[in-house]
């Protein structure tokens, strides 16, 4: 477990909406912390060609991608001014090195944020996560599935009482308004979660939330 644990419990959590698509507006009118945007053309919430409209002033934007070349990923990052990159594939502590790399992001004169994903099911080494600390600076754990993300069901969240890092993390998979007993019960540990992401729980349909259903979290959870 971890040492010198620092007081976590009190931090405010944030909310991140992740798979945008149809009605990013209406969305950001409850002004989550975080909208993801998925480049995967896999995905049927793929946002690749599309236009992210004018956001309110404090929403991040997340570009999610998957074992995406650097240049592609160097052009959206560039093209949506994208905040945070969020890493679901394979990628390698190189790869993310070459991210940091200032000829890549000097387009988008800012500094970003990197999040390296891990699925979990019953159980999890978190050895896994040694070569990329102090790399990242975050990890996000989300459920273990067929689809890279957007699964819509949890995995067993008491493998986390294990977790030996500092490093702040995303809890994603599944989360639903079913869950925020289990959430309010786990964002009373110690452990540092730094946001919980949320997706195919409140769709209508795949990249169309419904709005009526993240007030209802949102404002349950107090985020």
């Known amino acids: 477990m971890r040492d010198e644990i620092p007081a976590f419990a ?7 909406v992740c798979g945008m698509k149809y009605n990013t507006q209406e969305v950001a009118a409850l002004q989550p912390h975080y ?14 060609g599309m236009e ?19 240049g592609f990923a160097k052009a959206q990052i560039e093209k949506y001014q994208l905040d945070v990159l969020q890493l679901h594939g394979n990628e390698s502590p190189e ?3 070459a991210l940091r790399h200032p000829e890549l ?24 996560l040694k070569p990329y600390e102090g790399l990242v600076d975050a990890f996000l754990f989300d459920t273990k599935g067929k689809e890279k993300g957007g699964n819509g ?26 869950e925020i007993d289990k959430v309010k019960e786990i964002l009373a540990t110690d452990l540092p979660i730094l946001a919980l ?12 939330k419904n709005i009526k259903q ?3 979290f949102k404002t349950a959870l107090e985020l």
Do not use: C
């Not at 992210?52 to 650097?70: R, T």
């Open 35 to 48: 909208l993801g945007f998925i480049f995967y053309g896999k995905s049927k919430r793929d946002f690749e």
């Open 197 to 208: 992401d949320v997706n195919s729980r409140f769709e209508d349909g795949p990249g169309k």
């Open 52 to 70: 992210i409209p004018s956001l309110p002033e404090g929403i991040k934007k997340v570009g999610v991608f998957v074992d995406a070349e650097l």
């Open 10 to 16: 009190g931090m405010e959590m944030k909310l991140k």
């Open 153 to 178: 069901y949890t995995f067993d969240w008491s493998v986390l009482k294990e977790y030996p890092s500092q490093t702040p993390f995303i809890l994603s998979g599944g989360i639903g308004l079913d």
């Open 95 to 97: 790869y993310i090195t």
């Open 105 to 128: 992001v000097s387009g988008s004169h800012k500094k970003l944020d990197i999040w390296k994903v891990f699925s979990i099911k019953d159980a999890f080494d978190f050895e896994q």
């Open 214 to 216: 993240l007030e209802k």
